[in-house]
């Protein structure tokens, strides 16, 4: 996550970006649960990056942070960032 994703999500084009976000929530499902320090840094991210990016970032994070409620339950990324 320290070598490819958080550069990815922080790039200057959108369309890199947009592949981290997907990146980033394949790897939080891969994760076993949100409710690790792992799990939950990957729901922080995306949470920022659905707050305040460019659509098509946004879109992604929304799909990712709904996949990931749909696994793990709505409750528990809620709980694991506050």
Known sequence: MESLVR???????????????????????????????????CVSILRRA?????????CMAARALGDLAL???PGRGRDCVG
């Open 7 to 41: 550069p990815g999500v922080t790039h200057a084009s959108a369309r890199v970006r947009r592949e981290a976000v997907k990146c980033l929530g394949l790897l939080g499902i891969t994760t076993g649960d949100v409710r690790t320090s792992a799990g939950a840094e």
């Open 50 to 58: 659905l707050a305040g990016d460019t659509p098509p970032v946004r």
């Open 71 to 73: 696994l793990y339950g």
